[in-house]
């Protein structure tokens, strides 16, 4: 952990649960516990699982030109969101090339919260605010909470006021228990779920009564990396770990296009005007490689990393790969040759201990219409 500069309050509970905190992010994070993964994975999948994601950093952003910053550094139309609303956004540098992703929290008229990962969001946000009339603040005292699975919004809904009806990527200024909160319905699991945005003095006592009262209905602590499980059935991608700062190409510097990545969605129809949107618009047909699924033949997870060959020619690398449990299927994503990522094309998976068949699958593997995450009621 001597790269951690940033401390979660609960640092001692995962400690408890057998975690080391590895750093992620320059927190010292729950990557492992003294427990199966796949347990914390059924849970979410159907029942519940509390996770401490605080390692993510929240940025507020207020002020006059708190919107045109946001329009500036982002690829979402900021009009079309309203206080109370959320949205996923990328951020790209001068050349087109991502940099970082984000959600955007409208929390007022001339008020933001952003929230990213690893990236360099900070730091494009900071760009971005050069001159203008705004403020921005990093803030670690606010620790996030993710309460994710089928039965968390039953859990919830006994402790706060209309949480059923707060709709996919909205979020509400709430109580609980006691407690001034921000519940967001969002999360990086595919299932419907919330985020508990609290102050680090009020964290352990809602981590622990959420497990103490959600016991009995199968809530319980996961790691932060059983999301590795469940991001791969979602099609949720996790910088760097997908992208060229991990796997660089030949003679070519970091970044990839959102057509790439198959984050174009991102941007709003028309946008213009935000960083690096020339070059986005100009590199459409250029992709270099697709991000697409791996569907393994067998039980064994693909090698994070293996690369993946057809008819003898390598054609791609595995970036996270699991083997689900519930639906007894080997899967990973991959960073594939762009006529490579075509559904059922043939491929061959070389782990460590030996090659593996496998097929070219489009992404998401589970519920690709997003019903479970945007469920009513």
């Not at 979402?76 to 206080?83: Q, T």
């Not at 007894?328 to 990522?341: E, F, T, Y």
């Not at 491929?347 to 489009?362: D, H, M, V, W, Y």
């Amino acid at each position: 952990m001597t790269a951690s500069w940033r401390f979660s309050t609960l640092a001692d509970r995962h400690r408890a649960l057998g975690s080391k905190l590895e750093d992620w992010s320059g927190m010292g994070t729950a990557w492992t516990y003294d427990k199966d993964a796949d347990e914390e994975y059924i849970a979410i999948r159907t029942k519940a699982g509390l996770m401490d994601v605080s390692g993510l950093k929240k940025v507020h952003i207020t002020g006059p030109h708190a919107s045109h910053l946001i329009d500036l550094a982002t690829t979402r139309d900021v009009e079309k969101i309203y206080p109370g609303k959320s949205a996923y956004a990328c951020m790209l540098n001068e050349a087109g090339k991502f940099t970082d992703d984000c959600i955007l929290y409208r929390t007022g008229p001339n008020s933001w919260m952003v929230v990213h990962g690893s990236g360099t969001g900070h730091e494009e946000l900071q760009r971005a605010a050069m001159g203008r009339d705004v403020s921005l603040r990093f803030d670690d005292n606010l620790h996030d909470l993710s309460l994710q699975g089928p039965t968390a919004v039953d859990y919830l809904s006994k402790h706060v006021p209309g949480i059923r009806d707060l709709p996919y990527f909205h979020h509400m200024q709430t109580q609980l228990f006691g407690f001034p909160v921000m519940i967001s319905r969002t999360g990086y699991t595919g299932e419907r779920g919330y985020e508990i945005f609290c102050r680090g003095q009020d964290a352990g006592a809602i981590w622990d009564r959420i497990l103490d009262e959600g016991k009995g209905a199968g809530i319980i602590p996961c790691r932060f990396t059983t999301l590795d499980m469940l991001r791969v059935e979602s099609y949720l991608l996790f910088y760097p770990y997908d992208n060229s700062q991990k796997y660089p190409f030949d003679n070519e510097g970091p970044g990839d296009t959102l057509w790439e990545l198959g984050l174009d969605f991102t941007v709003s129809p028309g946008k213009t005007g935000f960083r690096g949107a020339e070059e986005h618009y100009r590199l459409k047909g250029q992709e270099r490689f697709k991000i697409y699924g791996v569907l393994l033949d067998g039980k064994e997870p693909a090698d994070e990393g293996a690369p993946v060959y057809r008819d003898g020619k390598k054609v791609g690398v595995v970036t996270c790969a699991m083997y689900s449990p519930l639906v007894k299927k080997s899967m990973g994503i991959a960073r594939l040759d762009v006529d490579c990522a075509v559904k059922d094309t043939k491929l061959e998976i070389r782990n460590k201990s030996g090659a593996i068949n496998a097929t070219a699958q489009p992404l998401p593997f589970d519920d690709p219409k997003k019903t479970k995450r945007t469920a009513k009621g």
